[in-house]
Each structure stands twice: as C-alpha cells, then as structure tokens.
C-alpha cells in the first residue's frame, strides 16, 4: 500500500532531519558537502547491494534516463545542506516546506490525476499545518537567536541569501518529485521502481566521490568517518526513507509529496524527545492536526 510507505518514508526523514540539524556546524564552509559525502557514500552501498543482491539485471543506460529526476533531487538537497547554516530561515522557513504541495498541483494539472473530497481536505489540512509549523519554528527559533546574536548576525542571517536557499529548495525538489511520478506512474512507467532507485543512488554515489576528491586535493579538507557519526546517521534513514518513498510515489503521486512532506512533525517531536527543545501549545496544536489528516489518507487508501 503506498500509504504504509509514504508513512515509513516521512518517519525516516524525520529521523535524517533531527540528525542533519545534529551533524551541520555552522562555522564549517564545507559542512554540507561533507554531508552530501555521507549520504551519497551510505546510497551507494544501497544500490551495490541491490545490484548483486536484488535484482536480476539493471541497464547502465538507466542511469542517463533517470538523471534529469536524479538531479533535481541532488541539487536540491545539497542547496538545502547549504540552507542548514541559516537553519532559522532555512529549513524552518515555510517556503522549503510547500515543494509537496506544488508537486501535487504538477500532478493534478499536467498528470491529470485526482483524489477525493476527504484526501483532497487532508491534504489541504497537512499543507497548511506543515506552512503553519514552519512558520512557528521559526519565529520562535528567531527570538531565541536574537537574544544571543549581535545586530550585524541578525541581518546577515535574515538576508536575501539565506532566504534563497529555501525558496530554491521548494522550486527545484518539487520539479523532482512531479518527474518522479512521470517516470514511476504505474500505468505507464519509464523504468521499473528498482532500477529508479539504483539509478539515483548510484548518481549520488558519483557526486559524492566528486565532492571527496575536490574536498581532499583542492580545498585540502580532510573527511574523517569517525567524526561524521551524525551525517552517516542522516544519511542511514535518508537511504532507508528514499526506499519507501519510491513506491509510494508509483502508487500516488498527487498525495504522496504534501504527506511525506509532513516529516517535519517527527523532527520537531524528536527534537523534543533528544534534544529537549521545548514545545508550545501552538505547535502540538499544528502537530495534532496533520496526524489527524495523516489518518484520514489512512482510512481512505485504496
């Protein structure tokens, strides 16, 4: 069922979010190639083991047919490793959060798919409390920076810059997901789930020893594994997540995006848990509705 690994999906990348936050320095220019390293390394062990493991045969050519979806996805994330050096206005900021939403929209206009009149309100109920969860976030991580920042950090930090890396993020992965649902469309797919998956794991893999080789010979930057424990756990359920997401996007591709892109409220309740950041009311009341939603797509799959 595609909701039970739209569901895995949004709770693993909720997962990979909490350790992102953990693994970024802000201080470290190279931080977020450095976590575009891990992730691609742990992808790439994924697909070696699919090769030799899962599937009968997989086409190198695959690969080049998959790369406009591949590349959507790999820039976007690495402009949002970039976006987690301005964490306040960056991947708090509700711009990053509706790429699900303008996907569902792809979808609906140019795919021509639907849903119904309950998915269609959860969905609405989920988009609006992830925009809604951001913008919470924000505020409040805002007033607790500026209590600790100085005048000329605050206006850096709320700058143009900063506010481009989400607003880039939105506008590209959200071009990745609607290719995504072009490709995986279950009537008529381009390539088959497995190969989809092999193929962007393996492109990131590529990237990552592109990024390894101008890290270590050009910026002279060195990658110590034992020292990247919260990058490589990022990228673990980020690897895990991409797993399930991929057929669930086969299945649903104008419920899935705004669904999964409510992985938000499992960063923000695992910060709770791990990190003890605290809570308000505002924001469990925001978390309490997208769950309900959530349930809603639940009940009515199929």
Same mark, same amino acid.
């Given at each position: 069922?595609?909701f039970?690994?739209?569901?895995?999906?949004?709770?693993?990348?909720?997962?990979?979010?909490?350790?992102y936050?953990?693994?970024?320095?802000?201080?470290?220019?190279?931080?977020?190639?450095?976590?575009?390293?891990?992730?691609?390394?742990?992808?790439?062990?994924?697909?070696?083991?699919?090769?030799?493991?899962?599937?009968?045969?997989y086409?190198?050519?695959?690969?080049?047919?998959?790369?406009?979806?591949?590349?959507?996805?790999?820039?976007?994330?690495?402009?949002?490793?970039?976006?987690?050096?301005?964490?306040?206005?960056?991947?708090?900021?509700? !711009? $990053?959060?509706? =790429?699900?939403? +303008?996907?569902?929209? &792809?979808? #609906?206009? /140019?795919?021509?798919?639907?849903?119904?009149?309950?998915?269609?309100?959860?969905?609405?109920?989920?988009?609006?409390?992830?925009?809604?969860?951001?913008?919470?976030?924000?505020r409040?991580?805002?007033?607790?920076?500026?209590?600790?920042?100085?005048?000329?950090?605050?206006?850096?930090?709320?700058?143009?810059?900063?506010?481009?890396?989400?607003?880039?993020?939105?506008?590209i992965?959200?071009?990745?997901?609607?290719l995504?649902?072009v490709?995986?469309?279950?009537?008529?797919?381009? !390539? $088959?789930?497995? =190969?989809?998956? +092999?193929?962007?794991? &393996?492109? #990131?893999? /590529?990237?990552?020893?592109?990024?390894?080789?101008?890290?270590?010979?050009?910026?002279?930057?060195?990658?110590?594994?034992?020292?990247?424990?919260?990058?490589?756990?990022?990228?673990?359920?980020?690897?895990?997540?991409?797993?399930?997401?991929?057929?669930?996007?086969?299945?649903?591709?104008?419920?899935?995006?705004?669904?999964?892109?409510?992985?938000?409220?499992?960063?923000?309740?695992?910060?709770?848990?791990?990190?003890?950041?605290?809570?308000?009311?505002?924001?469990?009341?925001?978390?309490?509705?997208i769950?309900?939603? +959530?349930?809603?797509?639940?009940?009515?799959?199929?």
């Amino acid at each position: 069922m595609w909701f039970t690994s739209a569901l895995l999906c949004l709770l693993c990348w909720g997962t990979a979010d909490l350790f992102y936050k953990k693994g970024s320095a802000p201080n470290d220019r190279h931080s977020h190639l450095k976590i575009a390293i891990a992730v691609g390394l742990v992808m790439g062990v994924q697909a070696i083991y699919m090769l030799l493991f899962v599937v009968d045969s997989y086409d190198p050519m695959d690969l080049i047919i998959y790369l406009p979806v591949s590349s959507m996805y790999i820039l976007s994330m690495v402009i949002g490793y970039v976006g987690l050096r301005y964490l306040e206005v960056s991947l708090s900021s509700p !711009l $990053s959060n509706t =790429s699900g939403a +303008i996907a569902a929209v &792809l979808a #609906f206009f /140019i795919m021509g798919q639907r849903m119904n009149s309950i998915q269609f309100i959860a969905v609405i109920m989920i988009t609006v409390g992830v925009v809604s969860l951001s913008f919470l976030e924000n505020r409040y991580a805002t007033e607790e920076s500026d209590l600790k920042q100085s005048p000329e950090e605050r206006h850096y930090r709320l700058g143009a810059l900063a506010l481009i890396f989400p607003l880039l993020y939105a506008l590209i992965d959200s071009l990745g997901t609607f290719l995504d649902g072009v490709y995986l469309n279950e009537n008529d797919p381009i !390539l $088959s789930e497995d =190969s989809a998956l +092999i193929s962007y794991e &393996l492109t #990131f893999l /590529i990237v990552a020893i592109v990024i390894f080789i101008y890290l270590s010979l050009i910026k002279k930057q060195r990658f110590e594994i034992p020292k990247e424990k919260d990058k490589f756990l990022a990228a673990l359920f980020e690897t895990i997540g991409q797993f399930f997401y991929v057929p669930a996007m086969a299945s649903n591709a104008i419920i899935v995006p705004p669904m999964i892109a409510s992985y938000a409220i499992v960063s923000v309740l695992l910060g709770r848990i791990v990190l003890k950041e605290k809570l308000t009311r505002a924001q469990y009341s925001v978390i309490a509705v997208i769950m309900v939603a +959530i349930a809603m797509l639940g009940f009515y799959d199929g």
